[in-house]
């Protein structure tokens, strides 16, 4: 059974470009690379031919990685993101310690911390899976225990 991969329709989208650009864009570019490496001459001490041709296999892996990503996501309908209740796809502001922080909970694999883009998978991401405005949530994180508590959720 193949696995299945949860996104919003943002994160899809994201992830359809990236195939793009790399199927068309990249694989030109690589392409050309490896021509003109050719063009210097002895392949065998040729570092410039090396180096494209690792690039082309990277690419191509990567390539490999995003059909099957594609091929096998389920994407949340925009219009099925329940304001109400915290789920894949929602907006969620908290306080925690007398601090809010806004999060939007996606699949794993669009998950970005940085952009407070939080994974369903996440310790923080499940705990407030099903959470509704008003509720607290007690999550154990690696510094030990803390309560989230829900002040708002809301489509993107």
């Keep these: 059974m193949a696995a299945i991969f949860k996104y919003t329709q943002e994160g899809?989208?994201?992830?359809?470009a990236e195939y793009d650009f790399r199927?068309?864009?990249?694989?030109?570019?690589?392409?050309?690379?490896?021509?003109?490496?050719?063009?210097?001459g002895d392949l065998s001490e040729n570092a410039e031919y090396d180096e494209a041709r690792?690039?082309?296999?990277?690419?191509?892996?990567?390539?490999?990685?995003l059909d099957e990503l594609i091929q096998h996501a389920v994407v949340v309908d925009d219009s099925e993101i329940n304001s109400e209740v915290v789920g894949l796809g929602s907006c969620v502001k908290v306080e925690r310690n007398?601090?809010?922080?806004?999060?939007?909970?996606?699949?794993?694999?669009?998950?970005?911390?940085?952009?407070?883009?939080i994974s369903d998978m996440s310790p923080v991401g499940r705990s407030l899976i099903g959470a509704k405005k008003g509720d607290t949530v007690c999550v154990e994180v690696p510094s030990g225990?803390?309560?989230?508590?829900?002040?708002?959720?809301?489509k993107a």
């Design 12 to 16: 899809f989208e994201k992830l359809k």
């Design 23 to 40: 199927t068309k864009e990249e694989r030109e570019r690589i392409k050309v690379a490896i021509a003109e490496a050719r063009s210097f």
């Design 54 to 65: 690792n690039e082309q296999a990277k690419n191509e892996a990567r390539i490999k990685e």
């Design 98 to 117: 007398g601090i809010e922080v806004e999060y939007k909970i996606v699949g794993s694999n669009e998950a970005d911390p940085f952009d407070n883009k």
């Design 145 to 154: 225990m803390v309560n989230l508590k829900v002040l708002d959720v809301y």
